[in-house]
């Protein structure tokens, strides 16, 4: 795991190398073990380093094969990197070293673009020919990784991080519109391949982008789960397959030349991944959780559950307790590690969790997919039976966290569009072919852009942010695709997750299986109060956000006069939400 940056240029004009060098330190949490640049002509990469595999200085980057003549930059873990590497000797290519990013090296001259399709992992990578000129970004399948992309005037750039781009110069910092909308609407999700700053973009996952020297540019979508019912497992084989799969899932996520702990929630998902582990064999195993001081009538830990996992399967375990001294300034310093404005207020939870899990091992396992392959969330069971033809709407109506209509009486007219961009986007998500079933559109949507621009996002922002390389099985595509074709109802039973939950039967306790379904509690920011309070205040009522002119001032006013009754559909506070996003804007001096 590590942060890339780069320049392409098209035509006869070289790349400017000092603007590659200005990302790199906004790259360094995510690479703290080394940096390098590498250039030709109108290429220029570079990298920061996170060791994790092949730990000497033959797995450093910008990666070079002199004798293929090209050279990689790549973010991420090739979990199935060691069979390939036995599988691509077998065609007579020598390695110089043990690192997964030579064999990305090798299977691109062996296979092309197509590559990816072998490739088990996370992963953002950009390759460059040195002979055509040609340079192929890509993506993993679900999106795990990032990659943002910047025009420039006769070229494009790409890093890890939208801030790493901001730092090169030369960016449209106004604000999307368009995202804006999504952004207000969609729970702080900005689909692909937007962001919420018009000059940046970000490439979709599944997706290979191929540059050619003089300016061309073709994408490729080289997966998708699909959601047919075309498995001939019969229903009560289901949650044997599923716990078969997870079970290869989180053995993959194993693979490092360092240490591997967990990230145990005290839920079932990542209870799961620790009885996994333990069946497999792993001992010793070092696990992490974290509370917080209760506030508004809501508790602030969820450490009975965990700790019954930890002492359950003998897990060196550590519970982290953070109180105000610590959560209040953490909370600028995690909105500076969003590459895009979040409003989960999960963020500081992990941004706090991971500076702690960061001074004792570099890599962990986490939890974080389960709800949105296997049904877990409450806007699923309202989907049943709901038509095809209406299921947008439906979906609509239990998800957005307020409608175009509503809108208008919060943005000011200025930046309120006459478009309701954000249900065009899910009827056209809706409408496409291939999910047969309300439930399995919503699903579909879901883990491919909900997912990646919002949970997924949020654990790699802000793991990345200590220099943590977090995995996350249940993205394990073959997983993902299982899932996809399970019947939606199996998924529905049991409250949601249900053919999970049988999964996990006889080997995870009943008690965490059938507890209540638990967010992470961070009663701070779901109860506005005191200093915090004060905080948002001066956000919003900073000259930036003044002149920035977002939102109606009577809206404004209204939620800052009752700062905790006014929600979006889902329970998100709407005070945080248009706070959140001024935060980050001003953190980035926009």
């Not at 290429?43 to 797995?59: C, K, V, Y």
């Not at 399948?141 to 070229?155: N, S």
């Not at 995690?334 to 999960?346: G, L």
Request: charged share 25%.
């Amino acid at each position: 795991m590590c942060g890339i940056a780069g320049e392409i240029r098209y035509g006869e004009r070289s790349a400017d190398v000092e603007a590659v060098r200005r990302m790199l330190p906004a790259l360094e949490s995510r690479g703290p073990d080394g940096e390098g640049v590498w250039s030709q002509g109108r290429i220029a990469f570079g990298h920061r380093r996170l060791r994790i595999i092949d730990l000497s200085e033959t797995g450093a980057q910008p990666m070079t094969d002199a004798e293929l003549g090209l050279t990689v930059v790549f973010n991420g873990c090739i979990y199935n990197y060691r069979q390939l590497r036995e599988e691509l000797r077998g065609y007579g290519y020598r390695f110089f070293s043990t690192s997964d990013t030579e064999v990305i090296l090798k299977a691109y001259h062996r296979w092309g673009a197509d590559c990816v399709t072998h490739f088990l992992g996370m992963f953002a990578f950009a390759v460059a020919e040195h002979d055509t000129g040609t340079v192929t970004l890509a993506r993993d399948r679900l999106g795990i990784k990032p990659l943002y992309l910047a025009e420039t005037p006769g070229g494009v750039r790409f890093a890890s991080t939208l801030p790493a781009l901001l730092a090169a110069g030369g960016v449209d910092t106004t604000i999307d519109e368009v995202a804006l909308q999504h952004y207000m609407t969609f729970h702080s999700v900005v689909p692909a391949p937007r962001t919420i700053l018009s000059g940046i973009r970000k490439l979709p996952p599944a997706t290979v982008r191929v540059v050619k020297a003089d300016g061309a540019v073709t994408d490729r979508c080289y997966w998708e789960a699909d959601f047919r019912r075309t498995s001939s497992i019969a229903k009560d084989e289901w949650a044997a397959a599923v716990r078969e799969k997870l079970n290869l899932a989180v053995q993959r996520r194993m693979v490092a030349d360092v240490p591997v702990g967990v990230l145990l929630s005290g839920g079932l998902d990542s209870s799961l991944i620790v009885a996994l582990l333990a069946e497999q064999g792993q001992h010793g195993l070092t696990t992490f959780s974290i509370g917080f001081e209760s506030g508004g009538g809501e508790s602030g830990d969820e450490f009975a559950y965990s700790d019954l996992i930890a002492k359950q399967f003998g897990t060196e375990h550590h519970q982290i307790r953070i109180g105000q001294d610590r959560f209040l300034p953490a909370v600028d310093r995690t909105v500076a590690a969003m590459s895009e404005p979040m409003v989960s207020h999960d963020c500081i939870a992990f941004h706090l969790l991971s500076e702690d899990v960061a001074k004792q091992v570099k890599v962990v396992q986490s939890g974080q997919g389960a709800d949105e392959i296997f049904a877990g969330y409450s806007w699923y069971p309202p989907l049943a039976g709901v038509p095809r033809e209406r299921a947008a709407e439906a979906y609509a109506k239990e998800f957005f966290d307020r409608r175009h209509d509503e809108l208008g009486t919060q943005l000011n007219p200025a930046w309120h569009l006459d478009r309701d961009h954000a249900m065009a986007f899910v009827a056209e998500s809706f409408g496409r072919p291939g999910a047969e079933t309300a439930v399995d559109a919503a699903l579909r949507l879901d883990s491919q852009v909900m997912l990646v621009d919002d949970p997924v996002k949020r654990v790699d922002n802000m793991t990345m942010a200590w220099g943590l390389e977090a995995r996350v099985p249940f993205l394990d595509h073959e997983l993902v695709e299982l899932a996809a074709a399970c019947p939606p109802e199996l998924k529905l039973a049991s409250d949601g997750k249900g053919v999970l939950k049988d999964a996990a039967r006889g080997l995870v306790p009943d008690e965490v299986i059938d507890r209540t379904k638990g967010y992470f509690p961070v009663p701070g920011i779901r109860h506005l109060e005191g200093a915090m309070l004060a905080r948002v205040r001066d956000a919003l009522h900073d000259p930036a956000a003044r002149h920035r002119g977002l939102f109606r001032p009577e809206y404004v006013d209204a939620l800052l006069a009752d700062p905790n009754t006014p929600r979006t559909t889902l329970g998100a506070n709407q005070l945080w939400q248009i706070a959140l996003l001024e935060m980050w804007l001003q953190d980035k001096k926009l």
